[in-house]
């Protein structure tokens, strides 16, 4: 067993200190955090400024229901969902929770206008598209009933999309588990917080502590978005497989997928290393050979590759298939030392970001 490893089984068996369950409404944020988030907090609509990544497989209507019921704002990965699937999810989910939540949505999805629609039938009051910049149109009907939060990979790029309509940007670094851009958290966060002031920015990437909230939160972060650190949730339906693979995971385990050919831009992947790993990589040479070919446009082979991280994720997280399925995670994973229940996880983070802002005088 590794030095890390050794560190991690420690964690886990140690006790916590934090109430499993304990409701949003029990929850003591201290003054100095709920003012430093407030803008973040009134835009979401709840008490705690953490916006949930969406996971595909992972963010259903289960764990979205739980972190928006402990006082976050959970979101439903749509991923490859069709609208029918969607529309059923969103009910099941206003089923679970009455407080905020939103539905992220894929920019390249063949189905995208039909997606915001089934938004606005159910009462969707956030929209967070992903996976590149969303069309105008799809930013504007969106618009008509929704807040609109957009990724933004860099400071020209956050300037269009506030132009083209975002109410709020999210900024996520290379340190994000799943598709990622080339920049670190920190460094986004010192070239973009400074100088977007128009919406709220959310600062994602690596960030499993309390005390990193803070940081970013001080540096002008309205909020921060988190993934990795709710996949071991008690309410997460990953598979008991999955939960335990990142329980034993270190930082430097979840690594990024390499891209073959510049012909077939590929988003890189960040995911704990296995053999599915290598699995991609065939993948990618029987896209490619088809591109060549002309057996398939690059719109085509690109979601050809999108399909292969649905799949293969799925067989991961609901089948737990943890040596062949793809197992994406950020490198906050090595910070995930244990099962609990979301209200603890919000508990912990906030006890610990309270701590750091009293070390500080706050």
């Known amino acids: 067993m590794n030095d890390a490893a050794a560190t991690k089984n420690e964690l886990r068996s140690a006790?916590?200190?934090?109430?499993?369950?304990?409701?949003?409404?029990?929850?003591?944020?201290?003054?100095?955090?709920?003012?430093?988030?407030?803008?973040?907090?009134?835009?979401?609509?709840?008490?705690?400024?953490?916006?949930?990544?969406?996971?595909?497989?992972?963010?259903?209507?289960?764990?979205?229901?739980?972190?928006?019921?402990?006082?976050?704002?959970?979101?439903?990965?749509?991923?490859?969902?069709?609208?029918?699937?969607?529309?059923?999810?969103?009910?099941?989910?206003?089923?679970?929770?009455?407080?905020?939540?939103?539905?992220?949505?894929?920019?390249?999805?063949?189905?995208?206008?039909?997606?915001?629609?089934?938004?606005?039938?159910?009462?969707?009051?956030?929209?967070?598209?992903?996976?590149?910049?969303?069309?105008?149109?799809?930013?504007?009907?969106?618009?008509?009933?929704?807040?609109?939060?957009?990724?933004?990979?860099a400071v020209v790029l956050a300037k269009r999309l506030i132009k083209n309509g975002a109410d709020a940007l999210v900024i996520e670094g290379s340190e994000a588990g799943g598709h990622i851009g080339p920049v670190s958290t920190s460094v986004l966060a010192q070239e973009i917080l400074p100088v977007i002031r128009d919406v709220p920015v959310f600062v994602a990437g690596g960030i499993g502590r309390g005390e990193a909230i803070v940081s970013f939160l001080e540096m002008g972060a309205a909020g921060v978005q988190m993934g990795s650190r709710f996949v071991c949730a008690t309410e997460s339906i990953a598979h008991p497989k999955f939960k335990q693979a990142f329980i034993r995971a270190a930082a430097r385990e979840a690594v990024t997928s390499v891209q073959l050919d510049k012909r077939l831009p590929v988003i890189p992947v960040r995911a704990l290393a296995n053999q599915g790993t290598e699995i991609f990589m065939e993948t990618q040479r029987r896209v490619l050979d088809k591109l060549v070919k002309g057996e398939v446009d690059q719109l085509a082979a690109q979601l050809e590759i999108e399909h292969f991280w649905a799949g293969a994720l799925r067989r991961a997280v609901i089948e737990g298939d943890v040596e062949f399925g793809s197992m994406m995670a950020g490198q906050s994973v090595g910070m995930v030392t244990r099962e609990e229940p979301v209200a603890a996880i919000m508990a912990e983070l906030i006890a610990q970001a309270g701590d750091a802002l009293a070390a500080r005088g706050g």
């Open 15 to 153: 006790p916590h200190g934090v109430e499993a369950g304990a409701p949003a409404s029990e929850l003591a944020i201290p003054p100095r955090l709920a003012a430093l988030w407030k803008r973040g907090a009134d835009f979401l609509g709840c008490p705690i400024s953490i916006l949930a990544g969406a996971m595909s497989w992972v963010s259903e209507r289960n764990l979205v229901a739980a972190i928006s019921n402990a006082g976050g704002f959970g979101v439903i990965a749509c991923g490859a969902m069709t609208p029918a699937l969607l529309d059923a999810e969103i009910k099941a989910t206003l089923a679970l929770t009455k407080r905020p939540f939103g539905v992220n949505l894929i920019t390249m999805h063949p189905q995208l206008m039909e997606l915001v629609e089934v938004c606005q039938a159910n009462g969707v009051t956030h929209v967070v598209f992903a996976g590149g910049v969303p069309p105008g149109d799809a930013i504007k009907k969106a618009k008509t009933f929704a807040k609109v939060l957009c990724f933004a990979p």
